[in-house]
């Protein structure tokens, strides 16, 4: 097993235009969680899925921000008319559950530059 | 909601020596984990340490133990024998547990550690 993959590792976009990234999580982890690092702070959790169901969303996500799961394997997130202020590191990771205080395996992230 | 609190901004340490980072947290929740994840620069973030917090032990992992004082609710990292290698941010994290809901993580604000040789 290779790990928590994400694509692309970096984005440069210009402002007002659409962008997608991609998770491929550990194969047989059922959870999938996305979060945002701007730089110095730590994660703040967006979204998560288990499966396919997309579960919880943070009042961060606003409606220009969407994100799928089909099929439970891998995701997407995708931030429309980006704006400056979406620029940050964003970061997935996912984890087998339920239950447990199960750990939760984060991939190198996709590095967000709006211009 | 949780709040995690990291009041070291940025620490260092003598090559093969000990350090402690501090954590404190909020919560009204009894039962929760509690984790210290290491992210090396233009590195992907790997889990150090964590706690059980209906577990009184303290863990440990090596070279790593975790302070946990419940009532304080304050949960610290002690590094021993620093490594070149130990060099990173690293971020507390507290999670409540829901079966049913998602595990997020709720993150501190991170420390960047500095080992020198």
């Known amino acids: 097993d290779t790990g928590v993959s994400q694509d692309p590792r970096h984005k440069i976009t210009k402002r007002g235009q659409n962008v997608t990234f991609r998770c491929d999580p550990i194969?047989?982890?059922?959870?999938l969680y996305w979060y945002r690092q701007t730089l110095g702070q730590g994660p703040e959790f967006l979204t998560y899925?288990?499966?396919?169901?997309?579960?919880?969303k943070s009042r961060l996500l606003s409606d220009r921000f969407s994100a799928e799961r089909p099929k439970g394997s891998f995701s997407t997130l995708e931030i429309q008319r980006t704006e400056q202020g979406d620029s940050a590191m964003y970061l997935c990771?996912?984890?087998?559950?339920?239950?447990?205080?199960?750990?939760?395996?984060f991939g190198p992230g996709t590095r967000l530059t709006v211009l | 909601a949780q709040t995690v609190t990291q009041s070291q901004p940025e620490m260092s340490v003598q090559e093969a020596e000990t350090v402690t980072l501090s954590c404190t947290y909020d919560?009204?929740?009894?039962?929760?984990?509690l984790f210290w994840y290491k992210q090396p620069p233009s590195r992907q973030m790997i889990l150090v340490i964590r706690?059980?917090?209906?577990?009184?032990q303290n863990a440990t992992e090596n070279r790593f133990s975790v302070n946990f004082q419940k009532a304080a609710k304050s949960f610290s990292l002690k590094i021993s024998d620093s490594q070149l290698g130990d060099t990173a941010m690293y971020f507390c994290?507290?999670?409540?547990?829901?079966?049913?809901?998602?595990?997020?993580?709720?993150f501190g604000g991170g420390t960047r550690l500095m080992v020198k040789p």
């Open positions: 899925f288990q499966n396919e169901a997309q579960l919880e």
């Open positions: 990771a996912s984890s087998q559950g339920p239950g447990g205080p199960n750990e939760q395996f």
């Open positions: 706690q059980e917090a209906y577990k009184q």
């Open positions: 919560t009204s929740e009894s039962n929760y984990y």
């Open positions: 994290a507290f999670m409540k547990p829901a079966d049913n809901a998602g595990n997020m993580l709720t």
């Open positions: 194969s047989e982890h059922n959870r």
